[in-house]
């Protein structure tokens, strides 16, 4: 059964930096894109960054650009979520999701496209 595994998150300071994990079990990331959503109390899930296999590509949600870094390690099968410069707005469960795509493919926020989802992480930014 394939699962992702995530890690990282907490309570952190406004301008603080967080950093999330999400490793893939039973099934190898390289032929998978990955993307992180997050879920706001009272929001809809929205997308915040996605990375397509091998990395060519990656998306960015204009809240978070400049700040957040989406990175990939094979190796490892794991995709990491660098979170700096965190703002209150930023609180939210964080989920990641992959799904099989080609390298060509441009990721997009579609869920849809995601058929493996982690546990939710949650992230709390406040002082």
């Known amino acids: 059964q394939p699962q992702l595994v995530q890690s990282g998150g907490g309570l952190v300071q406004p301008g603080g930096s967080l950093r999330l994990s999400c490793a893939a079990s039973?099934?190898?990331?390289?032929?998978?894109?990955f993307c992180w959503f997050r879920q706001a109390p009272g929001k809809e899930r929205e997308g915040v960054s996605c990375?397509?296999?091998?990395?060519?590509?990656?998306n960015y949600a204009d809240s978070v650009k400049g700040r957040f870094t989406i990175s990939r390690d094979d190796a490892k099968n794991t995709v990491y979520l660098q979170m700096n410069s965190l703002k209150p707005e930023d609180t939210a469960v964080y989920f990641c999701?992959?799904?099989?795509?080609?390298?060509?493919?441009?990721?997009?926020?579609?869920?849809?496209?995601?058929?493996?989802w982690g546990q939710g992480t949650q992230v709390t930014v406040s002082s």
């Open positions: 999701a992959s799904g099989w795509h080609s390298t060509y493919w441009v990721p997009t926020f579609d869920d849809y496209e995601y058929d493996n």
């Open positions: 039973e099934f190898s990331s390289d032929d998978h894109a």
């Open positions: 990375i397509s296999p091998g990395g060519d590509n990656t």
